[in-house]
């Protein structure tokens, strides 16, 4: 089993849709979450930390669900620019695991 | 500039050949993260080093890989005896302590012929 599972996708969504994506993960003692964003061709970056009480930033909301070992993405009314892949990262004693990635399409 | 940089950008080499990937960390990041991307997949975790000291080596794929960090700062990534599959996007990321987030660099794109 993966230490850190995402649906692969792809997501095909229209233009305010609201989309969710799911990471789930293995190890209970993971001590950090987060959410990375990567446009094609190019290097990953941070889109949002994962707290226990769940946070809000901006048309994007994480939550994280540590009894389940599963944390999500939810963004709202969706704009073309959102497309990309979306990264779930897990860190336990500053080993970072990423998931491969759910591959967002957000289409007019 | 203030961000992970890494060199070269582009690299091309025949198969057998040795390359040496370079990355210069944030200043005063002390974590520092080796990964590879190949076309269309997800990232591939190599080496993690926390300080000059690199505590998991376990996802280097082969003997021919090593990597060293010197002075808590620039780490290079070696490969040895090149072969195709290593083809491939290699990452640095770095942290300003292990369980911060990670700021990328924009890669090396390393093509075996």
């Known amino acids: 089993r993966k230490e850190v599972e995402q649906d692969p996708g792809p997501f095909n969504v229209p233009e305010g849709a609201t989309v969710a994506f799911n990471c789930t993960y293995s190890?209970?003692?993971?001590?950090?979450f987060f959410w990375y964003r990567q446009d094609c061709r190019k290097e990953p970056k941070l889109l949002m930390s994962?707290?226990?009480s769940g946070n809000e930033d901006g048309r994007f909301t994480a939550q994280l669900n540590r009894a389940s070992q599963y944390i999500s993405l939810l963004i709202r009314d969706s704009k073309l620019s959102d497309s990309a892949t979306y990264l779930c990262?897990?860190?336990?004693?500053?080993?970072?695991?990423f998931g491969a990635g759910t591959r967002l399409t957000v289409k007019p | 500039g203030a961000g992970v940089s890494q060199s070269p950008s582009n690299k091309v080499t025949e198969k057998g050949k040795d390359v040496e990937l370079r990355c210069d960390p944030i200043?005063?990041?002390?974590?520092l993260y080796w990964y590879r991307q190949s076309l269309g997949q997800g990232l591939e975790f190599l080496i993690y080093f926390q300080g000059n000291s690199a505590p998991d080596k376990s996802g280097l794929p082969s003997d021919r890989f090593s990597a060293e960090r010197t002075g808590g700062s620039v780490s290079t990534l070696t490969i040895q005896r090149t072969q195709q599959e290593d083809s491939a996007v290699y990452l640095c990321a770095s942290s300003l302590q292990g369980l911060e987030p990670q700021h990328f660099g924009d890669g090396t794109r390393l093509s075996i012929l």
């Open positions: 190890n209970s003692a993971s001590q950090s």
């Open positions: 200043s005063g990041h002390t974590a």
């Open positions: 994962v707290y226990s």
């Open positions: 990262v897990v860190n336990n004693n500053n080993d970072m695991r």
